[in-house]
């Protein structure tokens, strides 16, 4: 059986070094759409953030493609995973075109400043 493309194992997510969930064990292969449903404060969030390492595990692991998401860099993750949590960006200033050029940012250097060729692949990405 071939290796999932993400996975998760006896992952613990929870605040403040209090669990919410335990042993959270989820296999995924590319190209497949996982759905976390459950009422209001049952942790799905947390566990999303936990998975994208914006918060930390209490316990277990993840992993991407085989590696360790809690052993790479901020720049690695965000090109493998995007997430869209429930808090609302503020985008009410925004053009349609600089909430595309986001998509980018982990190409970038710590500026964000976008190169033409960033500007084309965004242009190309709205076509």
């Known amino acids: 059986?071939?290796?999932?493309?993400?996975?998760?194992?006896?992952?613990?997510?929870?605040?403040?070094?209090?669990?919410?969930?335990?042993?959270?064990?989820?296999?995924?292969?590319?190209g497949r759409i996982l759905t976390l449903i459950g009422?209001?404060?049952?942790?799905?969030?947390?566990?999303?953030?936990?998975i994208t390492n914006y918060?930390?595990?209490?316990?277990?692991?993840?992993?991407?493609?085989?590696?360790?998401?809690?052993?790479?860099?901020?720049?690695?993750?965000s090109r493998l995973v995007s997430v869209v949590l429930t808090e609302k960006p503020r985008t009410e200033l925004m053009t349609c075109g600089e909430v595309a050029a986001t998509g980018r940012y982990p190409y970038t250097g710590m500026l964000g400043i976008l190169s033409e060729e960033d500007r084309r692949l965004v242009r190309e990405a709205m076509e």
């Open 1 to 30: 059986m071939a290796e999932p493309f993400f996975r998760t194992e006896r992952l613990t997510v929870g605040y403040n070094g209090v669990p919410l969930i335990r042993d959270i064990e989820i296999r995924l292969d590319r």
């Open 39 to 50: 009422p209001n404060g049952s942790g799905k969030s947390t566990v999303l953030k936990s």
């Open 55 to 77: 918060l930390k595990p209490l316990c277990g692991a993840v992993y991407l493609e085989s590696r360790a998401v809690g052993g790479m860099t901020g720049g690695d993750l």
